[in-house]
């Protein structure tokens, strides 16, 4: 049986990462598919470059992006400095929506205000969910029009199901004097304001994180299937490894299973998202970097803009519609609907679609409840106890960034580091 000190499952961002600050170089990467990075592959198709899904960076962490960006080459990546806007009844206006209430119809916009104000006194239970947190924060107009629909919709469950504070940081706040104050001086900014995207699509940052990793300490098309916890050994498709500690980016679930514990599989819901990139013969909107459809009739729940984040003389989407885990999904019933989504919203006019992919993400994002947060901290530490380490957007079952991943996969290599007497990485 081979033995290894540490035994990472998964070659995507947070593993690979994991890899690079590890001091100790006795490590295993397992990886079930037969590339690297994940959710972060990166697709070229008739001159265009797409992404699995819409992967721009947001680093706050300006060692990790130094790190990174001097492992690729000159000129590879720019900062964007980022447009969004939110497609309501025929109407674009600026994100965040609850910000910019004042560039909607008179009517919407008074109706918007004045549930904002009163707000409170409509919605007095603080309430524990995330529908009862927008409805009260905000009001029935703001709500109604488009934080309610399109989180539903990104979602694909009820947001009464979620937890109030389900987004965490990202889930851009605003009070009252926020909002007025945004109407004589705009100030959209958030977590994402800016964003750095290379030329090369977003398996350019997973490509430098690979260059950190001893690749002949990389398996790939090798799955984790068991995972003794007493023994410390984790069966795999092709063989048994014997670890001191391991380190899983996979999702929660699967890992849960693999160890065969016994937890309750409702407490654990996502969902699922179907991406169509789609390249067309010429360019179309030249403004923004994406655009959030909350309206329902709208197949989709957001479109992002390839070619406004370079320039480029194509217009190249991607196109995310969420779903429910459990539906089935007809692909080519789907893309026609979007295409005809897109000419209605005035995205396609006349244009020509001249390539297309799908991918389908699942799970894509995971549903956090109070029952999902008490079971994955008992769970999480139950397993760190038998030196299991569970990591990541999916292995953490939380909401994050690509960069939140780094952090805590750096975080959870110097405390080994730290252990074993080694030096902090550089």
């Given amino acids: 049986m081979e033995h290894v000190k540490t035994l990472i499952v998964g070659a995507g961002v947070t593993s690979l990462a994991c890899a690079n600050y590890l001091q100790n170089k006795d490590y295993l990467i397992i990886e079930r598919d ?65 910000k910019n209430i004042h560039q909607l119809p008179q009517a919407d916009f008074i109706d918007c205000l004045y549930d904002l104000v009163f707000a409170e006194e409509a919605h007095p239970d603080e309430g524990a969910s995330f529908k009862e947190m927008v409805y009260r924060r905000f009001g029935r107009g703001i709500a109604e029009r488009f934080l309610v629909p399109y989180n539903e919709k990104l979602y694909a469950c009820d947001l009464g199901d979620l937890d109030r504070d389900a987004m965490g940081r990202f889930f851009p706040y605003a009070d009252l004097r926020d909002i007025v104050r945004n109407m004589r001086q705009a100030d959209n900014r958030s977590y994402n304001a800016t964003f750095t995207y290379p030329r090369g699509g977003a398996i350019r940052y997973v490509e430098a994180l690979l260059a950190g990793v001893d690749t002949g300490r990389l398996a790939l098309n090798e799955a984790l299937v068991g995972l003794d916890l007493e023994k410390r050994v984790a069966r795999t498709s092709k063989r048994e490894i014997a670890y001191e500690r391991l380190v899983s980016s996979a999702p929660f679930v699967d890992l849960l299973r693999a160890a065969g514990l016994p937890f309750a599989e409702a407490a654990f819901r996502t969902n699922k998202v179907l991406v169509f990139n789609l390249g067309f013969d010429r360019k179309g909107w030249t403004k923004p970097h994406w655009v959030y459809f909350p309206d329902r009739d709208f197949s989709f729940y957001r479109v992002g803009f390839y070619d406004n984040i370079f320039g480029a003389d194509r217009m190249s989407l991607y196109v995310e519609i969420g779903a429910p885990t459990d539906q089935s999904l007809d692909v080519a019933a789907a893309q026609a609907q979007v295409l005809a989504d897109l000419a209605r919203a005035g995205i396609v006019d006349g244009h020509r679609c001249i390539s297309s992919h799908h991918v389908v993400l699942d799970p894509a994002y995971v549903h956090i409840t109070a029952e999902s947060l008490r079971a994955t901290a008992r769970w999480r530490e139950a397993l760190g106890t038998a030196g299991v380490y569970s990591i990541g957007r999916y292995g953490g079952w939380t909401y994050c960034s690509i960069e939140d991943n780094i952090i805590e996969a750096r975080a959870l290599a110097e405390r080994f580091n730290s252990v074993e007497g080694h030096a902090a990485p550089l």
């Fill in 34 to 98: 037969d590339a690297i990075g994940g959710y972060c592959k990166t697709v070229k198709q008739d001159g265009f470059v797409w992404d699995y899904s819409g992967h721009f960076f947001h680093f706050r962490d300006k060692a990790i992006e130094q790190m990174l960006v001097a492992r690729m080459p000159a000129g590879e990546v720019q900062t964007i400095a980022r447009c969004s806007q939110v497609y309501h009844q025929g109407n674009v206006v600026d994100f965040p929506f609850q």
